[in-house]
């Protein structure tokens, strides 16, 4: 009986030390990959300034880019609006043109 024992035992314990062994390095990968981004960090004040003053000119960017976009916009619709057909003027008749001269 200890025989028959000795093997399953044996390979309970095979599976467990894969098992640990895939655990750990998973858990190593991930410490690692966490330890990078904070690494990746600014850590002087200088660093940090330098990243909030280029986060703030992009921001300062994109609000511009926006607003030309919007008076770009503005500006097309009342060009628009001044191409609109007009109605023809009435010919002026031509008693007035002869005794007036030409309307203008």
Same mark, same amino acid.
């Given at each position: 009986?200890?025989?028959?024992?000795?093997?399953?035992?044996?390979?309970?314990?095979?599976?467990?030390?894969?098992? !640990?062994?895939? !655990? !750990?390095?998973?858990? &190593?990968?991930?410490?690692?990959?966490?330890?990078?981004?904070?690494?990746? /960090?600014?850590?002087?004040?200088?660093?940090?300034?330098r990243a909030e003053?280029?986060? %703030?000119?992009?921001?300062?960017?994109?609000?511009?880019?926006?607003?030309? &976009?919007?008076?770009? %916009? &503005?500006?097309?619709?009342? /060009?628009?609006?001044? !191409?609109?057909?007009?109605?023809?003027?009435?010919?002026?008749?031509?008693? &007035?043109?002869v005794m007036w001269?030409? %309307?203008?």
């Amino acid at each position: 009986m200890a025989d028959d024992d000795a093997p399953d035992l044996s390979d309970r314990m095979d599976r467990l030390e894969r098992k !640990l062994d895939e !655990l !750990l390095d998973a858990g &190593q990968a991930k410490a690692a990959g966490h330890q990078e981004t904070r690494l990746d /960090r600014p850590s002087t004040v200088e660093e940090q300034v330098r990243a909030e003053l280029e986060r %703030r000119d992009k921001e300062a960017a994109a609000k511009a880019d926006s607003e030309a &976009q919007a008076s770009e %916009r &503005q500006t097309v619709a009342e /060009r628009l609006a001044k !191409l609109e057909e007009k109605a023809p003027a009435q010919p002026q008749p031509r008693r &007035q043109r002869v005794m007036w001269g030409e %309307r203008k």
